[in-house]
């Protein structure tokens, strides 16, 4: 068509692949500048839908650029040239450009959801997996990147840091995500190629970290977007997501997955002002304020190493009392009490599992099976909303069904809509609470049988089996110093062994000072 109008000098632009939507595309970037530049005359397209779907935008391009540039505009299945004068109609195809895009948009946010609500993977995989050859609806494992996800988890629960693994994974020169999907000819996105293809961050750790798909489990609908004009994706609130559980093959346990997210976010790393570290760190809490205890070293015996309240008034807090507690003395009696736990879960098995899941398991069970069953019925609900509107919206398009109509039938849809998304979204997470207070407590069972045989306290099996320790002041009991703790165990809280059983608490003293010895004696839990 250019060269039947005379134009032989001709530069063709290209944007394959990218939606009209955005005025924010490469090849039509190019070729404004050099409109701009003066180096063309005309612009021909094969309809105005090519320069673009914002009605505004491309309004302004054909009412005020072109015109000021003196160019030429052909649309030529739009039988639109601007050297044949005014077309009258050229906004009004802008605008049904606009619609069209719209229209899409909405009908492919419905497809959407119905695939999301179906438990299709509404992303790609993450690293780690890849999509089956056989069905790219499914992830399978990817077994080479699946060893460095299981040692990052593994890592953080022997108590490194996620700076730690960082530098070891680059000093080993182990690729990034990014560089190893692009080596096996994944096209993602990402800046491995300005960062260098071994250069981790801690926060690619945290991100591996926080992936809950390494269970097995699908979650949709992590980000939104505002609208089809605006692609930026955006997080949503976790009780808008869409979880299926168990749908492809875990690289990491449950367990495993669940005791690293208790942990990630505490200060587990605090430090004496001589560099040294201690596995206790982040753990202790003062019974009386609340406030961690921070790590120390005696001045004059630096062997001894202790904890008190951050809060002690003494340096310049509110805390009445320093809650010192020797680091020794809690190795002893954390072992003990960790001993004493696996005893009573072998040894009395029925006893230990009511008193680590209670009475009302039953009951819990039965509510959670009614609200189930609820929530299946308000989704079923929603997705028949979804097809009825899409009737609704085909039988106006074809003229059976008046704009009227339309209008008040598709604002009644709407409305019901939105009170369903409330309820689901309410329901959703009670199910949620129930189903992860009901798992953890399942995965404490498996981790209290897992340590049957301990003889030494690691950093592992505190991050595995503790939450946190209460830690209260000593006092003088019928002329004896004790020490009062309270272990608060993941998931399940302080266990309390009934007197009936005999398995006593651990004894443990402790020399403070010269002349004084503190016995330990476990704390009983109020109520």
């Given at each position: 068509m250019a060269k039947e109008k005379g134009y032989t000098n001709l530069v063709h632009f290209l944007d394959d692949g990218i939606s009209g939507v955005t005025m924010d595309r490469p090849g039509f970037n190019d070729m404004m500048e050099q409109l701009a530049a003066g180096k063309a005359a005309a612009v021909f397209v094969k309809d105005l839908s090519r320069l673009g779907r914002n009605y505004i935008e491309v309004g302004r391009l054909t009412e005020e650029f072109f015109p000021e540039h003196d160019i030429r505009l052909v649309a030529v299945s739009d039988n639109i040239d601007t050297a044949e004068g005014e077309n009258e109609l050229a906004p009004i195809r802008n605008l049904f450009n606009e619609w069209y895009a719209r229209d899409i948009s909405k009908k492919r946010r419905i497809s959407n959801k119905?695939?999301?609500?179906?438990?299709?993977?509404?992303?790609?995989?993450?690293?780690?997996?890849?999509?089956?050859?056989?069905?790219?609806?499914?992830?399978?494992?990817?077994?080479?990147?699946?060893?460095?996800?299981?040692?990052?988890?593994?890592?953080?629960?022997?108590?490194?840091?996620?700076?730690?693994?960082?530098?070891?994974?680059?000093?080993?020169?182990?690729?990034?995500?990014?560089?190893?999907?692009?080596?096996?000819?994944?096209?993602?996105?990402?800046?491995?190629?300005?960062?260098?293809?071994?250069?981790?961050?801690?926060?690619?750790?945290?991100?591996?970290?926080?992936?809950?798909?390494?269970?097995?489990?699908?979650?949709?609908?992590?980000?939104?977007?505002?609208?089809?004009?605006?692609?930026?994706?955006?997080?949503?609130?976790?009780?808008?997501?869409?979880?299926?559980?168990?749908?492809?093959e875990p690289i990491i346990e449950r367990a495993v997955f669940e005791q690293v997210q208790q942990k990630r976010g505490k200060i587990r790393k605090r430090r004496t002002h001589e560099g040294e570290r201690n596995m206790f760190s982040g753990l202790l809490v003062c019974a009386d304020c609340g406030h961690n205890l921070h790590f120390h070293f005696n001045q004059g015996n630096p062997d001894i190493k202790y904890f008190n309240c951050s809060n002690y008034k003494g340096n310049r807090g509110t805390c009445t009392s320093t809650h010192y507690v020797r680091v020794d003395f809690l190795e002893q009696v954390v072992l003990g009490e960790i001993r004493r736990l696996t005893k009573f879960a072998s040894q009395f098995e029925d006893e230990f599992v009511k008193a680590v899941i209670g009475h009302s398991q039953q009951a819990e069970a039965t509510d959670r099976k009614l609200k189930e069953k609820e929530l299946k019925a308000l989704q079923a609900r929603d997705e028949e909303l979804d097809g009825l509107f899409e009737r609704i919206y085909e039988d106006n398009v074809s003229g059976k069904l008046s704009d009227d109509r339309f209008a008040r039938m598709s604002r009644r849809y709407e409305e019901e809509q939105k009170e369903l998304a409330e309820k689901i979204k309410a329901l959703r997470a009670e199910i949620d609470k129930q189903n992860s207070q009901s798992m953890t407590t399942d995965m404490f069972i498996s981790l209290v049988r897992k340590y049957t045989r301990a003889r030494k306290l690691t950093p592992r099996m505190l991050n595995e089996l503790i939450e946190k320790i209460e830690v209260f002041n000593a006092e003088k009991v019928d002329g004896v110093w004790e020490q009062r703790l309270r272990i608060h165990y993941n998931c399940v809280g302080a266990i309390e062994i009934p007197d009936l059983i005999p398995l006593p608490a651990p004894e443990v003293s402790v020399n403070t000072r010269k002349g004084v010895v503190v016995n330990y004696a476990p704390s009983t839990i109020a109520g």
């Open positions: 119905i695939k999301g609500n179906a438990g299709e993977p509404m992303g790609p995989p993450p690293y780690g997996y890849k999509k089956d050859p056989d069905d790219p609806k499914r992830w399978i494992v990817d077994e080479e990147a699946a060893q460095v996800v299981r040692r990052v988890f593994r890592m953080t629960l022997d108590g490194y840091g996620t700076e730690q693994i960082a530098t070891i994974f680059s000093e080993e020169k182990i690729l990034t995500p990014i560089a190893y999907w692009r080596e096996k000819g994944v096209n993602r996105p990402g800046k491995s190629k300005l960062r260098g293809p071994y250069m981790w961050n801690s926060s690619t750790i945290t991100h591996i970290l926080s992936l809950q798909e390494y269970c097995g489990d699908i979650l949709n609908f992590k980000t939104y977007s505002k609208s089809y004009k605006n692609k930026k994706r955006l997080a949503n609130d976790r009780e808008n997501w869409v979880i299926f559980q168990d749908v492809h």
